[in-house]
């Protein structure tokens, strides 16, 4: 059974730093790319960051040069260094597993403010 289960999402002041984790299980992971999405209140869900299984990495506009994906494929586990967090980070931000299929996690919560 794959499971995606993310991790260190909070509350923080803007300005923040924040890492999330998301440890995977019941996959291959150096076979899947893996990315980060978050989904604001009635907003669609988007692409946050994504790293592919070389390691290739790419980033929304509104992330670059702040936040940054990570892979450790000793602890199947994929991060997200978020830092300089502003109020418009503010979402659930959700894994993704994909390779012939997708696989989500089932997201946590980031919210910035004072």
């Known amino acids: 059974q794959v499971q995606l289960v993310e991790s260190g999402g909070g509350l923080v002041q803007p300005g923040g730093s924040l890492r999330l984790s998301c440890a995977a299980s019941?996959?291959?992971?150096?076979?899947?790319?893996m990315g980060w999405y978050r989904q604001a209140p009635g907003k669609q869900r988007e692409l946050v960051a994504r790293?592919?299984?070389?390691?290739?990495?790419n980033y929304a506009d509104s992330v670059k040069g702040r936040f940054t994906i990570s892979r450790d494929a000793a602890k199947n586990t994929v991060y997200l260094q978020m830092n300089s967090l502003k109020p418009e980070d503010t979402a659930v931000y959700y894994c993704?597993?994909?390779?012939?299929?997708?696989?989500w996690g089932q997201g946590t919560q980031v919210t910035v403010s004072s």
């Open positions: 790293i592919t299984s070389g390691g290739s990495r």
């Open positions: 019941g996959i291959t992971f150096s076979l899947y790319h």
């Open positions: 993704l597993a994909s390779r012939t299929r997708d696989y």
